[in-house]
């Protein structure tokens, strides 16, 4: 499932057509991935309006037209957005393709689990303005942290991560990543986790994804579980260990044995909290 770099890389495949007409507008009004009650407008709303400009949020996205007109969602499992020749001929799972006069802008999604809503209006839908606060935002301040942790103290590490109203664009193999740097367990109580270092992980772990996955689809460094944790038989880039695999409450995960802190550690990391 696209996670925050994949979706901003997914956003920016559209500018093809920024600042183009849109001349036709072919969509499957059946798909099960358009939603709301304006969908049965969106062709005749779009046709003629110009496309300005993608946004990204988390895993959700918001593409901007002429007079008001919004076209936001997200890709769910397989969703993809890509740039096709102006003459483009819709394929099996192309669900909505926007032609302009530079290029065709298709949403493909083979499984549709997607899910899209067109709607007009003077500012972004209020879904979009509802959002929680993004993990480079200045509103993910340390205090916010701090306070996820407390009010799911009792939470594995891993679920809350990919909790969206908490960490937006989070998803499995950033979690993985997170723990993994900071030696943590997926099953470790959130409320044995310090915040600070939590924060900067994520946010330090989101910036390259951003640089890399998100500007080029180019990989994250080697030196990241990153690379080795896709396929069975990876072994941990730090200390070369057989990496493992587990569930946590219903959701994957995988980490290195050698390198978690021992329950020890945690323990006198969490005293503190707990006076
Ligand atoms: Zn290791």
New binding site residues.
Partial sequence: MPELAEVLFYTRQWDAGMGQRIVRVLVHPSARVFRGGHVGQLAAGLTGKTYQRPFAHGKNMLFAFSGGHWLGGHLGMTGEMLAADPAHTPEKHDHLVLYTAAAALVYRDPRMFGHWRYEKGDEAPAWWRALPPEVLSRAFTLRHVQHILTRRARTPLKPLLLDQAFFPGIGNWMADEVLWQLRLHPSTPSGACDAAALRAAVQTITRTAVKTIGRDWSDPPRSWLFLHRWKAGGH?P??H?ALERGEFRGRTACW?P??VLPNSALDRRVAPSRR
């Fill in positions: 941990c730090r200390c260990a290195c050698q390198c």
